[in-house]
């Protein structure tokens, strides 16, 4: 499955702009990504902090696998975003269950992913926020970015990128055995 991108300086959320390609334009996958978000969403309506530096992308495809629950599909994203994340970090990535991934008991990783139907079809947006060079500040919540994590300076199109291969040759794989 190859992923058609889409790159934006500021928009006010990944997710909304790729629900609009999907319900204006022609495409059955994309990548949405932009530099910074006004009003990121998390999961139950929380607000995304989007710190300029950091990731922010959003895939979509029509869904068609058949009996795959949406909790096995998140799963299965947070998997690939931590197949990513360890690409950079041999430190322990551990998953908060729904969608966040923690390296040091703090959040470096959020995913939100939102089901939206086109004539019949059925697309999965999926959101990803990867805090790479700046950590927000949270009441109650430690946060920490990929940069702090390694010690080393950490190039965030090589993220994207790397995102994106993973995303393409994991999905095509998930979709060819159904």
């Not at 990944?14 to 932009?34: H, L």
């Not at 607000?47 to 696998?65: A, D, R, Y």
């Not at 551990?94 to 939100?112: E, Q, R, S, T």
């Amino acid at each position: 499955m190859k992923f058609k991108k889409f790159k934006f300086k500021k928009v006010k959320s990944t997710n909304n702009t790729a629900m609009r390609i999907i319900k204006e334009k022609n495409f059955s996958s994309g990548m949405v990504i932009a530099d910074t978000q006004s009003k990121g969403r998390g999961q139950y309506g929380r607000k995304w902090i989007s710190l300029k530096g950091n990731l922010f992308v959003s895939f979509f495809h029509e869904l068609n696998i058949k009996n795959l629950p949406i909790g096995s599909i998140t799963k299965i994203n947070c998997y690939l975003v931590k197949k990513l994340l360890s690409k950079f970090t041999n430190k322990k990535i551990l998953l908060k269950k729904p969608n966040d991934l923690l390296v040091n008991k703090k959040k470096i990783c959020g995913i939100l992913q939102e089901v939206i139907i086109k004539k019949n079809k059925k697309f999965l947006v999926t959101g990803i926020g990867i805090n790479i060079v700046k950590s927000p500040n949270l009441n109650n919540y430690a946060t920490t970015n990929l940069q702090e994590v390694t010690k080393k300076s950490i190039n965030k199109l090589i993220v994207e990128n790397k995102l994106k291969q993973i995303f393409e040759k994991n999905l095509s794989e998930l979709y060819k055995t159904r």
